[in-house]
């Protein structure tokens, strides 16, 4: 598997090759089939956990629970996903990045192998099975968001070469035994040589959290990665879809779905209404801030992960005061009258933020 991987790697002239961790030992094992058809009970579908556009993805268990991804055709472009996946995460170690176990190549089988996350995803949580329970009440969002930003930010600043991801969004930010964010699938990633700024590559990644000039032009830098970070912060918060189908057939992207709320001031009406209130609304703007600033549609304007991670720890952190938790009840109908929006909308923050929307209404 090993010439495999150099072998992709030589022809591959975009991607450069990782460095190699300390001992140049693979962290990774190589699992026989036999074990991975033991494991999986013969990829059973009562195993099965979802599936995605390139393989299934089955619950296992060997000492621990695993979950396997099974390549669902062989093509030269799922062999390159395979390849790229188990090449980096193979090569990157953080606590906000999901773990490779090992891996399985031969014939026309792939198989990758990662520790099986109990919490299952994001996606789960805000729009699947999970989201009638509500798991996750307002810090344990902002937790998620977080770490799903560090994992980023790692990525970015801390891998050598740097690593844009391309595909981030709810179903590949997963969540372990205590809810804490592991960012997933790297198979659209893009390696950085240093020095450059970004690289032109065929569009990857997923409708709705796609950067506009990499959706138009191809153009990936890190700031594709921060765009479609700022999207799944407002999916945490609001638990909305990143692209709503309105009537005929016209589609909405989440930020201009909430684009009117933030002008008004009216965040609780940008809130997921399973929150019912319980929220602290300092923390609540200045999150919609980092939104606004991260999904800016001029890359040279926005954040790098390392700000985001800074003001999102900063908002934490900034809760010296009582938790002002909001109404008890949600909103029904918004009224620009309403008592409850005209309180403090005055304030230096609201402010900043009526002054960068109209910057950015400008802009767009
Ligand atoms: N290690 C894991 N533990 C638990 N659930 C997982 C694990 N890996 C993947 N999943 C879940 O399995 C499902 C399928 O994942 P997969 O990555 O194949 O597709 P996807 O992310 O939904 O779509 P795409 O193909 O566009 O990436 C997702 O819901 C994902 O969250
Ligand atoms: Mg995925």
Redesign the pocket.
Known sequence: MKSFLKCFFCFSEKQPKISSSKNGAYPWKTYTLKELVHATNNFHNDNK?????????Y?GQTSKGI?V?RLKAMSSKAEMEFAVEVEILGRVRHKNL?DLRGYYADGDERLIV?????N??L??HLH?KLAAECLLDWPRRMEIAIGAAEGLAYLHHEANPHIIHR?I?A??V?LDTEFQAKV??F?FARLIPEGVTHVTTKVKG?LGYLAPEYAMYGKVSESCDVYSFGILLLEIISARKPLEKLAGGIKREIVEWAKPYVQKGAFDRIADPRLKGAFDRDEFKKVIMIVMKCTDPNPGNRPSMLEVVGWLKGGMESRKKEVTIVKNHVVDEYDEDEEDFEDDETDYEVFEMEKYMTSRGKKV
Do not use: C, Q, R
Not at 114 to 118: E, T
């Open positions: 956990i979802g599936e995605g556009g390139f393989g299934t993805v619950w979950a991804k999901l990662y520790d099986y996350m109990p299952h995803s996606i789960t699947g595909d969004k179903s590949n997963l997933a699938d198979g997923t």
